[in-house]
């Protein structure tokens, strides 16, 4: 495709990155956010004031609309927006952050998706891969768009990607060597509408794909075993509780990879640093990706081994008076929040709610039983959190105006040998920036009890 004219919509990290990429080769850029409020110059400004990039606030005009090749749509906006039909109306093929730097970038590609565990998987493949080939880059949903690295990449180059089901409704062309669908849950309602649809949205990742490529699907979760059946790549299967042939899976406490009549083993369940049954399944499904993008047992052994967790996913922050603290901001939704509460060890005070993404509660408050002594609630979804965990008899209850506030009331009444969890099993938007921004100022705050009792 000649691409000459492009709209980006969104003035955010991925829409600078895609627009500072088109300008990079020479395409006429057309900023747009439906924001009026927005600074333009301060746009301007991220993409150097080059002459060929222009912002555009509140509706697109329709000179521009007659002649744009192309809209390239951020993540975060709906596919469903006005503004988006208008364009598909004056017949401009959207693509997303993800279609747009396949479309520059070269080299092979593992890309991960699915409703939890992607940013560890994702993190670890990385690892191996940079340990294997020192052209790698990881990119995505786990922090740095793709356009802002897809042209540094060579064709011996690998791009390790953590895809989510937003960046997947706009992707076109886009086909990993290998790909990965951890798990399926119930999540992103509010946007993809029903369950359905957002697990077709996710087994699109391998749409493209083919015989010669390999996709890497859960075995112990229905929804992403069936997927094995639909498409045209390669299926291997990983399983913590059983052993699918020639696939990834666990035994004697080790895990084992089988590829054809050869079972080798990659290492030891008791080498692992990661906590949690479900950081099993991600190195698991790791193991998979990483073998099937050419990386010797030996390294992706090694690597594993050193690797640790991710910032705020279960994430060991501090022990002070003789609470322990832990960060599972990344707990976005009640399936990976019940992850959050199968690694602790003792009574815990939980810290939930927030953005209503249209989630149930309810097998996350069946999780609480025996571990969570008092859930502190804050954000828009807590009286329907309240509600479902007194549904099911749970009712030491707690809300709060803010984080700050509910880190503030468990320091003052968790005990020693208890612990603070903050794993809101809800997304962050409306309170903070990102799940990044929530999980670093709980630390924050933390901290700050650490420099009161050494003050005193």
């Known amino acids: 495709m000649d691409i000459k004219s492009v709209i980006v919509a969104g003035t955010g990290k991925s829409g600078i990155s895609a627009g500072r990429l088109l300008v ?22 991220k993409l150097d004031n080059s002459p060929l990039s222009e912002v555009i606030l509140g509706e697109l005009p329709e000179e521009i609309l007659n002649v744009a090749d192309l809209m390239v749509i951020s993540p975060g906006i709906s596919i469903e927006a006005p503004f988006a039909e208008v364009v598909r109306k004056h017949n401009i093929p959207i693509w997303g952050e993800i279609e747009l ?48 690295l897809c042209d540094t990449t060579e064709e011996d180059s690998v791009t390790v990607a953590e895809i989510s089901s937003f960046q997947l409704e706009t992707a076109i062309t886009f086909r990993p060597d290998v790909s990965a669908v951890l798990n399926l849950t119930p999540d992103h309602l509010d946007r993809h509408h029903t369950f359905e649809n957002y697990g077709e949205v996710k087994r699109s990742i391998s749409k ?35 052993r699918p042939e020639g696939g990834v899976y666990v035994e004697e406490q080790s895990i084992y990879i089988e ?35 050419g990386v010797p047992v030996q390294t992706i052994h090694d690597v594993t081994a050193a690797f640790q967790s991710v910032e705020h996913r279960i994430e060991y922050v501090d022990t002070i008076d003789g609470v322990t603290y832990y960060n599972d901001s990344k707990g976005t939704n009640p399936d990976a929040a019940i992850k959050g509460i199968q690694a602790m060890t003792t009574k815990t005070y939980l810290i939930g709610g927030g953005y209503d993404k249209g989630a149930t509660f309810d097998e996350w408050i069946e999780a ?89």
């Open 208 to 242: 493209n794909q083919t015989a010669d490529d390999v996709i890497v699907l859960n075995y112990d979760d229905v929804y992403t075993r069936a997927m094995g059946q639909k498409g045209k790549a390669k299926v291997v299967y990983f399983s913590r509780l059983e």
């Open 101 to 148: 730097a396949y479309h520059y970038g070269k080299g092979k590609i593992a890309a991960i998706t699915g409703t939890n565990g992607k940013t560890t998987t994702t993190s670890l493949v990385g690892e191996i891969m940079k340990a294997h080939n020192q052209k790698t880059i990881v990119v995505g949903n786990i922090g740095i768009p793709y356009t802002e």
């Open 24 to 45: 990079k080769h020479g395409v006429k850029v057309f900023l747009f956010d439906e924001k009026e409020t927005v600074d333009k110059e301060a746009v301007k400004k």
């Open 259 to 293: 590829d054809g009549a050869e079972k080798k083993k990659v290492i030891e369940l008791s080498e692992l640093k990661l906590p949690g049954a479900h950081n099993v399944e991600n190195v698991l499904a790791a193991v998979g990706i990483a073998y099937y993008m």
């Open 368 to 456: 609480f039983e025996g571990k969570v002594k008092s859930l502190v609630l804050i954000g828009v979804t807590a009286p329907k959190i309240a509600d479902c965990a007194r549904k099911h008899g749970f009712n030491d209850i707690v809300f709060q105006d803010d984080l700050k506030d509910a880190v503030e009331y468990c320091h003052a009444h968790a005990k020693a040998g208890e612990a603070v969890l903050l794993s809101p099993a809800c997304a962050s938007w409306g309170m903070f920036e990102n799940y990044e921004q929530r999980g670093r100022m709980f630390k924050d705050y933390v901290k700050s009890f650490r420099s009161e009792s050494v003050e005193e």
